[in-house]
């Protein structure tokens, strides 16, 4: 079973980019279609990005897509996502999920991300 760990979120002003990562333990990430999501479970979970298992195939939210850009390196065991001219609206708590062929999920625990002057 696969443990998630994302980091690299915090304060960042408007305009501004950080780049969130997601580190994979007790099983390789190869294994896995990885993606990121935002907004707590409790509000209605919103996907950012996705990424297939070799990284041949991404998808983005429409609105985000030209701004965010989900990888993958499978020797890290780690997802990036990198996020661009930040917007106050992106304010949130980005979750990564990793999702086997037979769709078990797994998820993460989250990192807030703050875009604030």
């Known amino acids: 079973q696969v443990q998630l760990a994302e980091s690299g979120g915090g304060l960042v002003q408007p305009g501004g980019s950080l780049t969130l990562s997601c580190a994979a333990s007790?099983?390789?990430?190869?294994?896995?279609?990885m993606s990121w999501y935002r907004r707590p479970p409790e509000k209605g979970r919103e996907l950012v990005a996705a990424?297939?298992?070799?990284?041949?195939?991404?998808t983005y939210a429409d609105t985000l897509r030209g701004r965010f850009t989900i990888s993958r390196d499978d020797a890290q065991n780690t997802v990036y996502l990198e996020m661009k001219n930040l917007k106050p609206e992106d304010t949130d708590v980005y979750y990564c999920?990793?999702?086997?062929?037979?769709?078990?999920?797994?998820w993460g625990q989250g990192t807030q991300v703050t875009v604030s002057s």
């Open positions: 007790g099983s390789s990430l190869s294994n896995y279609a």
């Open positions: 990424i297939s298992k070799r990284g041949t195939a991404t």
């Open positions: 999920k990793a999702l086997t062929l037979d769709g078990q999920a797994y």
